[in-house]
């Protein structure tokens, strides 16, 4: 879908061309090489390092300083649970923050 976009930019003529086609040829081989890995590696990735049954004991050298840094992440993962929890619960203080700091933000552009 991206390669839609910027695949046209690669075939500008004129001026635009000069600037515009290197841009989006770099663009496209960045966007399908992403694409490869996202097809490829990532399943293997994931299927060797989210395996539930796997230990990290199992794991040697930097798979192994992967997952525990990764069991590290479970801490981020509950501050952001508590957090959502709690601005669910006060709808309205978030809603006021958010304008409140909208209204900030248009005093700071207008002045």
């Known amino acids: 879908m991206l390669l839609a976009v910027f695949i046209p930019i690669a075939n500008m ?6 600037f515009f086609t290197s841009f989006g ?3 496209a081989a960045s966007i399908i090489i992403s694409y490869v890995v996202v097809i490829t590696f ?4 994931s299927s060797r390092i989210a395996d539930s049954s796997s230990n ?4 040697k050298g930097f798979w192994q300083r ?9 801490i981020l993962e509950s501050f952001y ?8 619960k006060h709808k309205t203080i978030v809603i006021g923050v958010i304008v409140g700091v909208f209204v900030l933000s248009l005093f700071f552009v207008c002045n």
Do not use: D, N
């Open 13 to 18: 003529s004129g001026v635009t061309e000069r």
């Open 25 to 27: 040829l770099t663009l």
């Open 42 to 45: 990532i399943p293997m990735l």
């Open 56 to 59: 990290y004991k199992e794991f």
């Open 66 to 74: 992967f997952y525990l840094w990764s069991e590290k992440y479970k």
């Open 81 to 88: 649970v508590q957090t959502l929890k709690w601005v669910l």
